[in-house]
């Protein structure tokens, strides 16, 4: 599986910004696809992910209510929108896949084989 990672870009603080992920090498549905951000000199923080199949989504607690994980069949694609951004946001954003992920391991790292290049966000206060 490949993922390529793009949209990032510096923002302020209340901006909105669309993170795009592109897979490919595997039928995009059999995958789960989460969103993960590594702040500098912070552990890789799970975001959001969309579950293989169904496509259940989930959020950590600190944006719930501001992104959305969505994912585009025709397209290959999973997008994570991002509103009211804030400085505690800033980090490079990583996308990662599953074909075998476990509800219970949605927000390990470890849990997922794939992972694309990241991309930077920066929001300025």
């Known amino acids: 599986v490949q993922l390529q990672a793009s949209g990032g870009g510096l923002v302020q603080a209340g901006d909105s910004l669309r993170l795009s992920c592109v897979v490919s090498?595997?039928?995009?549905?059999?995958?789960?696809v989460a969103w993960f951000r590594q702040a500098p000199g912070k552990g890789r923080e799970f975001v959001a992910a969309?579950?293989?199949?169904?496509?259940?989504?989930y959020y950590t607690d600190s944006v719930k209510g501001r992104f959305t994980i969505s994912r585009d069949r025709a397209k290959n694609t999973v997008a994570l929108q991002m509103n009211s951004l804030k400085p505690e946001d800033t980090a490079i954003y990583y996308c990662?896949?599953?074909?075998?992920?476990?509800?219970?391991?949605?927000?390990?790292?470890?849990?997922?084989?794939?992972w694309g290049q990241g991309t930077q966000v920066t929001v300025s206060s």
């Open positions: 969309i579950f293989r199949n169904v496509g259940r989504t």
């Open positions: 990662a896949a599953s074909s075998r992920l476990i509800l219970s391991s949605i927000g390990i790292a470890t849990s997922y084989n794939d």
């Open positions: 090498g595997q039928t995009f549905t059999d995958l789960s």
